[in-house]
């Protein structure tokens, strides 16, 4: 498995564009993308948690639930979200419009939409928009398309990987977006991954839930849920590899391949995250079992008091014990230990002997890991947040201006 260039039409047979169509004031920035497969795909999808889900969301979910796409049209600046039957309606259309392109129909066309809540779609630009998409498509594209869906995000997102499978290399390529209302109940963000692999749905399904369960499901910035979230995986077999069995040697290797992806964009946003300056990984063992381990990691990685203390790069190990004992996973205090990187801070659920500025100077780098042990269970668990800062207030205060 090797790093290459190229994001989501790094694998043979995809082709991307990135236009601007308006939707934004600034022209400089890109707001619309278009990822095509010059043949069907396999599709699969995980999706928000939001009762609020945006009507993009719906009509996508029914598309992976049928399981064949060709491609996905994906819009920022406006999130097409609590718009109502108009919103719904603005989906169809929208699907049409790309259809128009090709030998399949709107159905086959999944929709992603990022941005304001609660406006409703300018359908004239976005039309503008979906055919400038149309006519700029190119194997080029990848890096454009990865712009265009860019909100508060201040990087590209877009990686891309190479495997053999059975003698015949086989690509995975990924883009995606998001800095802020990142917090994991299926993936605060859009992304976008495509492979040219050949593997039938329900295989692919679940694959890419165990991918995401232990990559986008375990970040956290804001502890804010969007009602647009969506990771899609797009497989169309042009690698000319044999078709992925369960249980098979290529089985595994492609889902070492897709979950290496998925953790690396995930990390990818976190240090991207609104305002941050710190990336931390938040390291927990000694559960009874592996979900006990990610619920404190998540309640120390979300919570306000310990992202403030990264940001102030002050190793304050009472906020992380203290998140820890209110996650709702019950430990003996008697078995705590936190140490950040080699530094033990508490041990036995007591401060330990260490020097305060070597454990500030930890915290200075841009990144550090907080390991966090509650007894000899055989649970683990891991967490990758960001810090909050000043930033980050005031970035979201004036977000739709």
Known sequence: MK????????????????????????????????????????????????????????????????GKAWGVFINSGNANAATGKQGIANVKEMAAFVASCGPFLPSDVCICSTGVIGVLLPMDKIENGIDDCIDTLSKTGGTQAARAIMTTDTVVKERALELELGGKPVKLGAMAKGSGMISPNMATMICVVTTDATIEHDLLTTLLQSAVNQSFNQIGIDNDMSTSDVVLVFANGESGAAEIQAGSPEYAQFAEALMALCQDMAKDLVKDGEGATKFVEISITGTQNDEDAKTIARAIGNSMLCKTAFFGQDPNWGRFACAAGYSGVIFSPEDLTVALEDIVLCRNGQVAQYREEDAAAIMKRPEFTIHVSVGAGAGRGIFWTSDLSHDYVSINADYRS
């Open 3 to 66: 790093p290459i260039e190229g994001g989501v039409t790094a694998p043979e047979g995809f082709v991307a564009s990135g236009v601007y169509a308006g939707l934004k004031r600034n022209p400089e920035k890109l707001d619309c993308a278009l990822v095509m497969s010059e043949c069907e795909c396999v599709v699969a999808g995980t999706f928000t948690k939001n009762v609020m889900k945006a009507p993009p969301i719906l009509w996508t979910m029914e598309v992976c639930q049928r």
